[in-house]
């Protein structure tokens, strides 16, 4: 049986469909989410037109698109600056609406205005000017879920350079290999970021990262806990603010010019660096945002995620301030400073809209009904999942315990590439609990088979888009060829399993390809492997995917050691804080396994599949590649 074919098989459909809570339509402006997609798919071009001239441009397209899906050009002959749409529309407007509401785990709070933001955003933005940063320029941010960290994205796109935000926390071999990658010159880093009560240290990570790295000349530290500066390179935040103005004029820059850079895993060892635009990822992250949610400035609205993945950029900054909201920010792990910190939150802010991931739902899940009856959560609207499929048992309990039955909780599908939400379910439809949606605009899906073949529907196979789109991704950072494997039989080929039936209900089923998906955030089998055997006990290794209650997979790594090495406890516990170091915490081995030897194809791939199936007990289905 083929891995697709074993995903399919693993995951039943429960047939249950769930009516829209009363009282929806009151704040959601779009009854029929069918009508809708039916009248967006006559006129693409007309539908992204509309959307366009929501944002702010110096010079409006004259055009929508022209190209192909594998060669797409978007709105290319306008000019603009993405934070114009982002600040100084709402600065100029509304300089007293609430932009960020931040919180952190140990009590800290800030609130932040839209002229407060962009003010700050501007000094830090003609900081960056004076120290010769200039369009174009790459510049990595790797600081904590902070309003400093969204201000230094923002003051780099201000001035037209090119952010790449790493997730604070990944390892300082990974941090390397994406400042490389990149050609970064320059490293916005928080010294700390706090977890579960203690200072966790971002800028040793930083210094071990930039160690003899001298395309690096400088790093710009936001110190709270008064972390040391090592060399002439590295300077104080406030210290480079010092004296700026906070007028800064925007570098204006055609629609195509990259605005960030996203390092997602693949198949292979090098990350990809994703390439979003000004124009098409704008356009499209603050309609799909503002469209498939009903979210509105009036709204108390929470993003659970992290500026370092996608949702952070689109649900959290890009999206969000281009449609004026005010967003609460939560530094911090989720359960601490106790269990039930997250309906605390939700309650001191009183949230209206929650946008969150299947993980934090599974540990809501497993908290129980006790902690909800603390809470006052009568404020709640909506709650959207999305990262991961979101099991039927986490949504019953997100809608029957935490929005008592009142409140729309839909599951949305989308990507690093495609940097909107793109399936889903809109509040007012009817919800099918074991389903991923249907379409979030003029897109058509179909399903492949590995030689690119259509499929019936009902029949698992990849699923593809087939209609260009804004939002996706406009190239991979300096590897063309691993872009074209994307679109290799004319359509964008996702890399997920999926089926999609006769009403056009699309199911995820998880991925197609040797990465992992743990609590959301996708981790390539060779990064863990490579970190496993760079530790000197280690010859070689092989991880997989196993089902966790709470993170949906957890790694399970199969190690050969070294002639002379001696398996032990200690030994995996060493192997399992040395993947930690490397990589980072997301991407750290839950169990270590010793073996004389790993199943390998005869052309020498590891076949990990079969540790999954010794794993989970499966059938382990052809082993006719297996090297004897």
């Known amino acids: 049986m083929s891995t697709t074919a074993s995903h399919i098989e693993a995951l039943l459909q429960t047939g249950e469909v769930v009516a829209p809570p009363p009282g929806v339509q009151s704040w959601f402006p779009i009854a029929d989410q069918d009508a809708w997609i039916a009248q967006a798919l006559r006129d693409r071009d007309g539908f992204w037109r509309e959307r366009a001239a929501g944002i702010a441009w110096e010079t409006p397209p004259s055009e929508v698109f022209r190209g192909s899906i594998e060669d797409p050009h978007w709105f290319a002959d306008g000019r603009l600056n993405a934070t114009v749409s982002c600040l100084d529309r709402h600065a100029a407007a509304h300089p007293g609406a609430v932009a960020y509401d931040y919180l952190c785990e140990n009590g800290a709070t800030e609130q932040v205005t839209y002229a407060d933001l962009h003010a700050r955003v501007n000094r830090l933005a003609n900081a960056l000017r004076a120290d010769r940063v200039a369009a174009g320029d790459r510049v990595i941010v790797y600081m904590p879920l902070t309003i400093e960290g969204i201000m230094a994205m923002l003051a780099c796109a201000r001035i037209g350079a090119i952010h790449s935000v790493v997730y604070a926390g990944l390892g300082a071999t990974a941090l390397r290999d994406r400042i490389v990658d990149a050609g970064a010159s320059v490293v916005f880093v928080g010294d700390v970021t706090y977890r579960r009560g203690k200072p966790v240290d971002l800028k040793g990570i930083v210094d071990k990262a930039i160690d003899g790295l001298e395309q690096v000349r400088r790093v710009v530290v936001h110190r709270r806990e008064g972390a040391p500066l090592r060399d002439a390179r590295e300077v104080d935040w406030a210290a480079f603010t010092a004296g700026q103005s906070a007028e800064c004029a925007p570098e204006i820059v055609n629609a195509e010019h990259p605005l960030f850079i996203l390092y997602t895993s693949g198949t292979t060892g090098k990350p990809k660096g994703v390439v979003m635009a000004h124009g098409g990822y704008l356009v499209g992250a603050s309609a799909m945002l503002r469209e498939t949610t009903g979210i509105t400035p009036d709204d108390a609205y929470w993003c659970t995620s992290d500026i370092g993945w996608i949702v952070g950029h689109t649900m959290m900054v890009y999206g969000a301030l281009a449609n004026r909201y005010r967003i609460i920010l939560r530094e911090g792990s989720p359960d601490f400073p106790a269990a039930d910190a997250v309906y605390a939150a939700m309650a001191s802010y009183r949230v209206t809209q929650f946008y969150t991931a ?59 590439e495609l940097a909107a939400p793109t399936i889903g379910f809109f509040p007012t439809a009817a919800i099918h609990p074991d389903r991923s949606g249907k379409a979030l605009g003029p897109i058509a899906f179909s399903i492949r088979d590995a030689n690119g073949a259509p499929l019936p529907a009902d029949q698992g196979g990849l699923l593809v888009v087939e209609t260009p ?94 002639a002379g090495r001696e398996h032990s406890e200690a030994l995996a516990n060493e192997l399992i804080a040395h993947v930690r170091a490397e990589l980072g915490p997301i991407a750290t081995p839950s169990s270590i396994r010793f073996a004389a030897k790993l199943p390998k194809t005869r052309s020498g791939k590891i076949m990990r599949r079969l540790l999954k199936a010794q794993e989970t007990g499966q059938e382990l289905g052809d082993v006719t590649t297996l090297e004897e």
Request: aromatic fraction near 10%.
């Open 469 to 562: 789109l804004p939002y996706m991704f406009a190239s991979v950072w300096n590897d063309p060829e691993r872009y074209a494997q994307y679109f290799r039989w004319g359509v964008y080929v996702a890399g997920d399993v999926a089926t999609v039936d006769a009403n056009g209900y699309v199911t995820v089923r998880g991925r197609a390809d040797d990465v992992l998906n743990v609590a959301g955030h996708r981790i390539a089998t060779a990064d863990v492997e490579s970190a496993l055997v760079s530790h000197p006990a280690c010859g070689e290794a092989g991880v997989c995917g196993v089902p966790d209650e709470l993170k949906g997979e957890a790694i399970v790594a199969y190690v050969v050691l070294r």
């Open 358 to 416: 299947p993980t934090l739902a599974r540990m809501l899940l497993r908290l129980g009904d006790a902690m909800l009856e603390k809470h006052d959560l009568l404020s709640l609207k909506a709650i959207y999942c999305a990262g991961e499929p979101l099991n039927p048992e986490a949504w019953r309990f997100l809608h029957e315990k935490v929005g008592r039955g009142r409140v729309a909780v839909c599951n949305q599908w989308w990507q690093t």
